[in-house]
């Protein structure tokens, strides 16, 4: 019976998804493989396809290839900035940052699907995001951050008012690391967003390195 318990609740610690993982700038053929193993530890509840400077048929080529393993690990499948290729590849949602075109007109065309809204450190664009029916709001960057050097920088206070104030689960994002991220949890943030860490980690394999938080 002890045996039985403590397997059970073994489980439970390894199946909660709190991570929001996003690709890497390039992805080669050995990158599926990769995707494979991290999603297998099945700690990701997301993953977000971010590719800039890509032709829409590559990134149309790549995304399917992804689809089929985010499939495969249940992990929820968002793609970044394109809303009309959501719907293409069937995509779970979108999300968009505040200059990524028109909000209202993504939530017409992702009915049913998820959209994201970065809101950087900032309660006016939070406020807003709720008002245009996002499923979540990201704020970021709250360290320094390889994927993103030039950011806006965010803190904890932010987390802290919208754990009072918006209904909305929250996405932190920015120079996330397996020894910071723990704080970011306490303060009201459901999904931390990893890249860097995961995918040009100088000591750990990805599937190594995604073992990391749990």
Request: one cysteine or more; proline letters at 2%.
């Amino acid at each position: 019976m002890v045996r039985r318990f403590r397997k059970r609740i073994c489980g439970l610690v390894f199946l909660k998804r709190f991570i929001y993982l996003i690709s890497p700038n390039k992805v080669d053929q050995s990158f599926y493989v990769s995707l494979d193993r991290v999603l297998s530890f099945k700690n990701v509840k997301f993953f977000q396809i971010r590719l800039k400077n890509v032709s829409q048929k590559k990134l149309l080529n790549i995304s399917k290839k992804i689809k089929k393993i985010t499939t495969k690990h249940k992990v929820k499948l968002i793609v970044n900035d394109y809303f009309i290729l959501t719907s293409k590849i069937k995509a779970n949602g979108c999300h968009m940052g505040q200059h990524d075109g028109s909000f209202k007109i993504a939530r017409k065309i992702l009915k049913g699907k998820i959209l994201g809204i970065t809101c950087h450190n900032s309660k006016t664009l939070a406020n807003n995001a709720v008002a245009n029916k996002a499923d979540y709001i990201a704020f970021g960057s709250f360290f320094k951050s390889r994927l993103k050097p030039n950011s806006k920088k965010a803190n904890l206070n932010i987390l802290k008012w919208a754990k009072k104030n918006i209904k909305k689960p929250v996405v932190v994002i920015g120079g996330i690391n397996n020894i910071n991220y723990k704080k970011l949890l306490n303060n009201g943030a459901k999904y931390i967003a990893l890249s860097s860490f995961i995918w040009d980690n100088p000591k750990l394999k990805p599937e190594q390195a995604i073992k990391k938080f749990k």
